[in-house]
């Protein structure tokens, strides 16, 4: 039996985010997050490349044509839905998920989710690290790790 355990190196990764302008307020603190987590871990700053979209809906395919350019190992998905009064979070929610997890497994490319999907400004601000973890840092830090399981996957089945 072999276990495949990903280190987190982002030693020689190029990663692209993208990252919704609508509550910029959070997703800023989220991008910051994943920024300094990706530099953390080895990642050169020249190394990462933001997309800025107008909202979460529109990410999916912006992630689509940043990997299509064959530029990143992975890309990072980074937006903020609250919950309003309509159905249209509903929608926006359903779309970006499904859209995300479509283009990941299309591509054969990894995608973090980081797109919050909230009831309440205050928990967004919360999980955007006003108050405590960041889902950005988070999601840059699941990405290398996913990488790294990845590489390890395929060295094997070469050998």
């Given at each position: 039996?072999t276990?495949f355990?990903?280190k987190?190196?982002?030693?020689?990764?190029k990663?692209?985010i993208?990252?919704?302008?609508?509550n910029?307020?959070?997703?800023?603190?989220?991008?910051?997050?994943?920024?300094?987590?990706l530099?953390q871990h080895g990642?050169n700053?020249t190394d990462?490349?933001v997309?800025w979209v107008?909202?979460?809906f529109e990410i999916?395919l912006?992630v689509?044509?940043?990997?299509?350019?064959?530029r990143y190992?992975?890309?990072?998905a980074l937006g903020?839905?609250?919950?309003g009064?309509?159905?249209?979070?509903?929608?926006v929610?359903s779309?970006?998920t499904?859209?995300?997890?479509?283009v990941?497994?299309?591509t054969?490319?990894?995608?973090m989710?980081?797109v919050?999907t909230?009831?309440?400004?205050?928990?967004a601000?919360d999980?955007?690290g006003f108050?405590?973890g960041?889902?950005?840092?988070?999601?840059?830090?699941?990405?290398l790790?996913?990488l790294?399981?990845?590489?390890?996957?395929?060295?094997?089945d070469?050998?």
């Open positions: 039996m276990t355990n990903g987190i190196n982002g030693n020689g990764l990663i692209g993208a990252v919704a302008r609508f910029a307020f959070v997703t800023q603190q989220l991008l910051t997050g994943a920024q300094e987590s530099v990642v700053e990462i490349d997309a107008p909202g979460a999916p912006t689509q044509k940043m990997i299509t350019t064959k190992d992975g890309v990072i903020a839905v609250i919950r009064a309509t159905a249209h979070f509903d929608y929610c779309g970006v499904t859209g995300i997890a479509t990941s497994l299309a054969d490319t990894p995608i989710f980081g919050l909230t009831d309440t400004i205050e928990q601000m999980r955007a108050k405590s960041n889902k950005g840092a988070d999601c840059a830090v699941s990405l790790e996913t790294d399981v990845q590489r390890a996957i395929l060295k094997a070469l050998a």
